[in-house]
């Protein structure tokens, strides 16, 4: 898509935006080279999310999550920030609000220089005892010894949410106020099943919201997406902040 292609209506929008809000998921990752979860290639063709992605997988066979876990710290740690992530960092420093709600848990949107960042999945890099629920962070690949353990001897865990499992709610609370108050929502790569996540562009689209999905398939958000840009995050989010910043 190119900058000149953009809808005189999304540019003017673009523009005008004051409080912006950006939710992003795995395929915002995919450009560079992260697996997404449900795509051809995804991370689930091999394995399925209850057989691993759960607290009773990590009962069951804690050694087992955690070789699937560092099997993907070991490709996110060859993984740079690509353009849909950089874009999305400058147009933080251009809109006077601006949030970022990811479900990735791989750490590149901070990677590429956003800040206000709500990881609302969790985060890869960070550990948690299973007794002490100390956090730290773990970032050796592969791990020194697996499952690994905390000082004290008890298990540690990914500090990611897994299914079944509840969000912070601190970080709900932050994200829907956002959503609830924000002119323009971006919808970035992600295939809108997840919940809570599926259902926060709704929050925005009853607050009157502009809400632009990119993805290059559609999803159950194109319903209620006011434009949905098939492509490429990698590439439609840079043309975007170039109209963006044509005054
Ligand atoms: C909760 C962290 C309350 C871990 C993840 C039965 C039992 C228990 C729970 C449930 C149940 N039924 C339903 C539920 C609720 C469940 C849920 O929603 N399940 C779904 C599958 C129906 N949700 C939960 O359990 C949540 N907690 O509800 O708590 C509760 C408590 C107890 C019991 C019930 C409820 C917790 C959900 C969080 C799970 N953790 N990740 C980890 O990463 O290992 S989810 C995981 O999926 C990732 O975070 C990922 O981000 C997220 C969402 O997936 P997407 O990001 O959308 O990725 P996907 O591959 O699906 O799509 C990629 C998209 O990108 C595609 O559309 C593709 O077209 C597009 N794309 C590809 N390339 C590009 C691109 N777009 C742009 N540019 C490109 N280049």
């Known amino acids: 898509m190119e900058a000149n292609s953009i809808p005189t209506e999304l540019s003017e929008i673009l523009k005008k935006a004051r409080r912006v809000v950006a939710i992003t998921g795995a395929g915002i990752s995919a450009e560079s080279g992260v697996p997404t979860f449900r795509g051809k290639d995804g991370l689930w063709k091999s394995f399925r999310a209850e057989d691993l992605a759960t607290p009773w997988a990590f009962e069951r066979d804690p050694a087992l999550v955690w070789k699937w876990y560092d099997w993907r710290r070991g490709l996110i740690a060859k993984a740079r920030p690509n353009a849909g992530h950089l874009a999305l960092a400058e147009m933080e420093k251009r ?59 008890a298990l540690v865990r990914p500090d990611v949410v897994w299914f079944g499992e509840s969000l912070n709610p601190m970080l709900i609370q932050e994200s829907q106020r956002a959503l609830a108050t924000c002119d323009l929502l971006f919808v970035v790569g992600t295939s809108g099943i997840v919940q809570p996540v599926a259902s926060f562009p709704a929050i925005a689209k009853q607050s009157g919201a502009y809400i632009v999905e990119i993805n290059p398939e559609p999803t159950p958000i194109s319903a209620i997406a006011s434009i949905s840009l098939k492509g490429k995050s990698g590439e439609i989010l840079p043309e975007l902040l170039k109209t963006q910043s044509i005054q």
């Open 95 to 153: 809109y006077p609000e601006f949030t970022l709600i990811t479900q990735n848990v791989d750490g590149l949107h901070r990677k590429a220089g956003s800040h206000k960042v709500i990881e609302i999945h969790g985060n890869l890099w960070r550990v948690r005892c299973t007794a002490e629920e100390k956090i730290f962070y773990l970032e050796d690949v592969p791990l020194p010894e697996i499952p690994p353990h905390c000082s004290c001897g």
